[in-house]
């Protein structure tokens, strides 16, 4: 009896912490914006202890992982970023584009294109180096470039996918 009355307290407090989201994301919908998980507010309620079980809530809300994808993508395409947006990114002053996002599930990759972009190398030479004219970068520091490119990408990608509580092995990122 005793084992049946904590079951039935548990459901009711899982009920009201799933209304309670629900209702938040139902108003930021309503309000044109796509919702997302706030883990700060959720810290600041004291729930950071059910972050997986708002994740699932937040899941259900949105229809599940492929239509979060699809919300995601259509979020994300065509629009311009900026590593001026972005915190700590070194030398590197770009801009670039989600092309194309695949579900690789359980992976995801995004593929992006470089719209313009420098670095400035002031590590090695001491030069600033054109992101679309890759010939005119010497060898020795091009993969370098290449793959700290790839990790500004990664991270602005990590953030966002943690946003929509996406679940995920590993991503991968591209860049042309």
Do not use: H
């Amino acid at each position: 009896m005793r084992t049946l009355i904590k079951q039935i307290l548990n459901e009711e407090n899982k009920n009201r912490l799933k209304e309670y989201w629900f209702k938040v994301w139902n108003k930021i919908e309503s309000e044109g914006e796509i919702p997302k998980i706030n883990r700060k507010l959720i810290k600041r309620l004291g729930l950071f202890s059910k972050i997986n079980e708002i994740e699932s809530y937040y899941v259900e809300f949105m229809g599940g992982k492929e239509k979060i994808l699809e919300m995601l993508k259509d979020s994300l395409m065509g629009k311009t970023f900026s590593t001026r947006d972005l915190p700590s990114v070194g030398g590197y002053d770009f801009e670039f584009e989600l092309i194309r996002l695949t579900n690789l599930d359980p992976d995801l990759k995004f593929e992006f294109v470089m719209r313009r972009g420098t670095v400035e190398t002031i590590m090695t030479d001491n030069k600033t180096y054109n992101l679309k004219d890759w010939d005119s970068i010497p060898e020795e520091i091009a993969w370098e470039i290449d793959l700290e490119v790839q990790g500004i990408l990664y991270d602005f990608t990590t953030r966002i996918v943690y946003d929509f509580a996406i679940d995920y092995r590993d991503i991968y990122v591209e860049w042309v």
